[in-house]
């Protein structure tokens, strides 16, 4: 088994934002595993809009891992998703997986700033 990063999911209640921090190795079945955790968390709040902090994360997947991902959940018009990452990242998977979950009605944008990420999420 490989080893996993880890993160945490706290709700941002003066922003309106459930904040998903990743550090290390990311891999398909931690990926789903955290954003379960972090819609659970969402339903149970209220909120509607997510951030995931990705800038320490390893991320282990390939196209199809990230092709499958968005699937595995439901898609809400009224979900906002930021993924912040980091210029050193390869940016083009992140820029395909912010299109896969476009195309199947996931409102998302990937991120290099983090005021970038907030305002984006305000619908700024």
């Not at 959940?73 to 395909?96: N, Q």
Request: net charge neutral; charged share 30%; glycine share 6%.
């Amino acid at each position: 088994m490989k080893a996993r990063g880890k993160h945490t999911i706290e709700v941002l209640k003066d922003r309106g934002i459930v904040r998903v921090t990743v550090r290390g190795a990311i891999d398909l079945v931690y990926a789903k595993a955290i954003s379960a955790e972090a819609i659970g968390l969402a339903a149970d709040s209220g909120h509607k809009r997510f951030l995931y902090d990705l800038r320490e994360a390893a991320l282990e997947m390939n196209v199809t891992d990230l092709y499958a991902l968005p699937r595995e959940f439901p898609a809400s018009a009224g979900h906002r998703v930021a993924a912040l990452v980091t210029k050193d990242d390869d940016l083009s998977r992140w820029e395909f997986l912010e299109t896969v979950e476009q195309n199947i009605g996931i409102n998302t944008k990937i991120c290099t700033r983090l005021e970038d990420a907030y305002k984006w999420l305000q619908g700024t």
